[in-house]
């Protein structure tokens, strides 16, 4: 089965060069939770070096906090926030010669607001629909339903290195089983989300220090279990 591997990057966490090769697609910070212009467009010009196609990554202007912490925010807000930071980055990708940004996977607080609370999703599917991208997030959430209603491009979205609930949300990063450490653990967990949740794409966090080890043992197990590693279709 084919499956796509993404990679939050562009965050300013060291390592950006060496995931990238090992990626099929790239979330680009988008200068607001994390990094900066000169830091996106090194990581644009990295992914069109290794053919991987980049997305929009937006998040709240939280520095301090990582963008991981909920902000209250009105829906008007939300989408300009998120216009003010796709928009930036679409340009930053004309000016690298990338061609266009290929999608929108909102970051950390932002993503998990847009996936419970349709005062959030509402906002982000409109800034995606102004710019006709597709959006990434959990199957089952608000966001998806929302998408289905709006007839939005969606795609499902699994985590590798991070455990769920029974609900389908993720397990919140301050229990201490969030995290999972061993890859064959994360195949087991993808051959889940493939199987039972329609997950069209994979996500390693890109600022945790064991990700390049992950994503390697990641790979290698998931091309021993049969899958092939490419970019998810966009519009």
């Known amino acids: 089965m084919d499956i796509d591997l993404n990679c939050d990057l562009g965050e300013g966490c060291g390592q950006d060069a060496a995931l990238m090769p090992l990626i099929t697609s790239a979330n680009v910070a988008c200068g607001c939770h994390a990094g900066d212009a000169p830091t996106a467009a090194a990581t644009l010009r990295a992914a069109l070096r290794h053919g991987v196609q980049a997305g929009a990554h937006p998040g709240f202007a939280d520095r301090e906090h990582f ?10 807000e939300v989408f300009y926030d998120c216009v003010y930071q796709v928009g930036a980055l679409r340009a930053l990708a004309a000016a690298v010669g990338i061609g266009r940004v290929r999608y929108i996977k909102p970051h950390g607080a932002l993503y998990n607001l847009a996936c419970r ?119």
């Open 67 to 76: 963008g991981r912490r909920e902000l209250v925010r009105s829906e008007e």
């Open 117 to 235: 609370d349709d005062a959030f999703a509402r906002p982000v599917i409109h800034a995606a629909q102004y710019f006709a991208l597709p959006l990434l997030g959990l199957p089952g959430s608000r966001l998806q339903a929302l998408c289905a209603a709006q007839r939005a491009p969606f795609i499902a979205e699994g985590f590798a290195d991070r455990r769920y609930r029974p609900d389908g949300s993720l397990v919140p990063r301050s229990q201490h089983d969030a995290f999972i450490y061993d890859p064959a653990e994360a195949v087991r967990q993808v051959e889940w989300l493939l199987r039972e949740r329609g997950v069209q794409t994979i996500c390693v966090h890109g600022d945790n220090a064991q990700a390049l080890e992950f994503v390697k043992a990641l790979r290698a197990a998931l091309t021993v279990a049969g899958h092939r590693l490419v970019a998810f279709p966009t519009c």
